[in-house]
């Protein structure tokens, strides 16, 4: 069974900085693609940032430079650093991996003042 555990949301000020992590199971991690999506209040997930099972990453282009994703294969673990955050970045942050379709319960991230 996929099973996907994001934390390290929170509240921060615009300029701030979290990393997100997402602990997953039910499957040989280090094969994968996985990837971070976010999500706010009706609207469709945004799929942000890419990493290949080799670690080649890719981003949507209002993150490139400032955040970064990484993964260690042996904690099962993907992470996202965000630098620089501003407001439009406030959502539901997901991991996911995109050969199967389960999600995590997410983990929200509010930029504000």
């Known amino acids: 069974q996929v099973q996907l555990k994001e934390s390290g949301g929170g509240l921060v000020q615009p300029g701030g900085s979290l990393r997100l992590s997402c602990v997953a199971s039910?499957?040989?991690?280090?094969?994968?693609?996985m990837t971070w999506y976010r999500q706010t209040s009706g609207k469709e997930r945004e799929l942000v940032a890419t990493i290949s099972a080799s670690g080649f990453a890719t981003y949507v282009d209002s993150v490139k430079g400032r955040f970064a994703i990484s993964r260690d294969n042996v904690k099962n673990t993907v992470y996202l650093q965000m630098n620089s955050l501003k407001p439009d970045d406030t959502a539901v942050y997901y991991c996911n991996n995109p050969a199967y379709g389960s999600w995590g319960q997410g983990t929200q991230v509010t930029v504000s003042s």
């Open positions: 039910g499957f040989i991690f280090g094969a994968y693609v």
